[in-house]
């Protein structure tokens, strides 16, 4: 009816070690990676790897990326909706690392934050991003080899060439900000429609001042980034208008301004600033000049202008010369001879050459060298 004593203790010690190594295989077993974001669409050569990068995972259209892991283009592009809801379109040639912004690894142990890490890193390639759409919150930060941009709200392209080894930020909407990772103090705040770069081959340790952008080197960006229509012709028309912006000017209001502009002129918040007259200098209703007029203007401006194209009167004496020294005439020139008793021959200009000869060829000859 009993097991013997011996028999029970072997079976209560082989369930005791069953269970530790269960606990303890329990404990160090890898805990699932949390997904940091979401596929939209993706199309051509398109790898996401694992945080190790040795293994390849398996994508689809809403599948989760786990944080940490890479992305790659190489002829293709994808979509993915952060899990803060940022939106990010990366084009070909494009090589990106979704980083966990949550908490940071410090010892093979994962550490909470007190503030997010940057959520993005981009080692190449382009990236056309979205925040603050009305599900994104908080500051979304990409970060390159050498530069960080910051978007709050609105929708940008950043950039970054290995071989020039310069980042650059172009912003469609909004304001953004571009600045050094390794000196974050001087940040350049970029608004739409313009861009900024810092480059480190030309030794630039700030960000470029923002300028407009060119239209026909934009239009191969929204190509490759796979925008659709709608969204090319915003961008577009956002980066036609900041280049066809002019600076404020004397406005010249004439008999033909109705009270209906007026009443649109006094609600726009910038037309009191243009309208105003700067206290320094006069100005003549609807003329607008940078440099104040002056009585030494015009002598200037010719001084200037000869001093450009060259003088007029040189240029005609050396072109026109009649015009100045008159036509070319007849002319008797008499040439009087200094000894007219001695008669110069063909046979009298041998001989002095035949002498002159025999002295050269005696002085040469009289020459010894060391």
């Not at 980034?225 to 912006?245: A, I, N, W």
């Amino acid at each position: 009816m009993f097991l013997p004593i011996r028999k029970s203790l072997r079976l209560w010690i082989a369930a005791t070690f069953i269970s530790a190594v269960t606990a303890i295989a329990a404990e160090t077993a890898p805990k699932p990676a949390s997904v940091c974001a979401v596929i939209e669409e993706f199309g051509g050569k398109v790898q996401v790897l694992d945080p190790n990068r040795t293994t390849i995972l398996d994508i689809d259209v809403r599948s989760g990326i786990p944080c940490g892991s890479w992305i790659s283009t190489e002829d293709g592009f994808f979509k993915i909706i952060h899990r803060d809801g940022y939106r990010v379109t990366a084009g070909s040639s494009t090589f990106l690392e979704v980083v966990d912004d949550q908490v940071e690894t410090v010892a093979a142990k994962p550490l909470p934050l007190a503030q997010p890490l940057d959520q993005l890193v981009l080692y190449k390639g382009q990236l056309k991003v979205q925040a603050g759409a009305g599900v994104s919150s908080g500051e979304l930060k990409i970060v390159t080899p050498h530069a960080r941009a910051r978007i709050k709200r609105g929708r940008a392209i950043l950039i970054f060439s290995k071989e020039q080894e310069e980042t650059q930020l172009i912003t469609l909407d909004q304001v953004a900000s571009l600045e050094n990772r390794f000196e974050s103090s001087r940040a350049v705040r970029v608004k739409e429609g313009e861009a900024s770069s810092l480059n480190f081959k030309a030794l630039r340790v700030l960000p470029s001042i923002p300028q407009a952008v060119s239209l026909s080197g934009l239009k191969q960006k929204l190509i490759d980034l796979r925008l659709d229509d709608r969204t090319r012709h915003e961008v577009l028309g956002v980066v036609k208008g900041r280049q066809e912006r002019k600076f404020a000017t004397v406005l010249d209001r004439g008999q033909g301004h109705s009270d209906d502009m007026m009443d649109y002129d006094r609600r726009n918040a910038g037309a009191e600033i243009a309208n105003r007259k700067p206290s320094a200098l006069e100005f003549q209703t609807g003329e607008y000049r940078r440099h104040p007029p002056k009585k030494d203007d015009e002598v200037a401006k010719t001084l200037w202008t000869r001093r450009l194209v060259g003088d007029q009167t040189d240029g005609e004496k050396i072109l026109y010369p009649d015009r100045f020294y008159g036509k070319a005439g007849a002319v008797n020139l008499q040439v009087r001879d200094p000894n007219p008793e001695k008669k110069i021959t063909a046979k009298s200009l041998r001989s002095e050459e035949e002498a002159e000869k025999e002295k050269l060829l005696r002085e040469l000859s009289s020459i010894r060298v060391e």
